[in-house]
């Protein structure tokens, strides 16, 4: 069974910080990606990483950075959070095929 | 045209009853599909892939029209724990990404 654990269930943060979200999978997946989930925006994909150290852009980037130093391991970062950013991150990974397993979420809220 | 797009419902039928789901994608290209379902406040689960000769898994029947580039969920037999929104999901062109539509709620009454 494919397990993809990210740290926070719920996380507040002031406007400003720097605020890390981390995402492990356990299944040995090459690709990982995250994702954010805004009511009538549907997901939208923000960072993915096909290797270790290897990342890539999606469509909304901007705001954000991300991390991969390990394969089991995907960050996403928030080098200043803004209330925008209050949302429901969500972190997936998948192998060789292409369906992808997601973790639980993280919402995050700014203030 | 949106990459994928889906009615967004919802759709309230009561227990039992056979409910019909569709969705339109905009790459002819693509080459995977499925459908997910997120529960309230829950990630995404992949509910099943779609293969081009239509497939069948327990009550849910998934139909794929590569020529009109139109995908549907039937589900057949309704309970409540099928109360839900279906994510109707595609392949990007880059091959490593998904496009995911925004969703269509489900409500099955009593």
């Known amino acids: 069974d494919v397990k993809v654990t990210q740290s926070s269930r719920y996380l507040v943060k002031r406007t400003g910080e720097k605020v890390f979200l981390e995402c492990v999978q356990d299944m040995d997946h090459e690709n990982m990606f995250w994702y954010r989930q805004d009511p009538g925006l549907g997901l939208r994909l923000i960072y993915f990483s096909y290797d270790v150290k290897m990342k890539e852009k999606g469509d909304i980037p901007e705001g954000y950075s991300v991390s991969r130093e390990k394969k089991e391991r995907f960050s996403l970062i928030l080098e200043s959070a803004s209330t925008n950013q209050t949302s429901m991150y969500l972190c997936?990974?998948?192998?060789?095929?292409?369906?992808?397993?997601f973790g639980p979420g993280t919402r995050l809220t700014v203030t | 045209r949106k990459e994928v797009e889906q009615d967004p419902g919802p759709f309230n039928v009561p227990e039992g009853a056979t409910v019909a789901f569709n969705c339109t994608y905009s790459n002819s290209a693509s080459q995977s599909f499925f459908w997910y379902r997120q529960d309230c406040r829950k990630e995404p689960k992949l509910l099943m892939s779609v293969y081009s000769s239509g497939n069948e898994d327990g009550r849910f029947t998934a139909q794929l029209n590569r020529a009109s580039q139109y995908i549907s969920l039937l589900i057949r037999d309704s309970k409540l724990s099928d109360s839900a929104t279906y994510l109707c999901?595609?392949?990007?062109?880059?091959?490593?990404?998904?496009?995911f539509g925004k969703g269509t709620s489900l409500l099955v009454t009593p």
């Open positions: 999901v595609v392949n990007r062109r880059s091959g490593y990404a998904l496009n």
């Open positions: 997936a990974s998948r192998d060789r095929g292409p369906e992808q397993y």
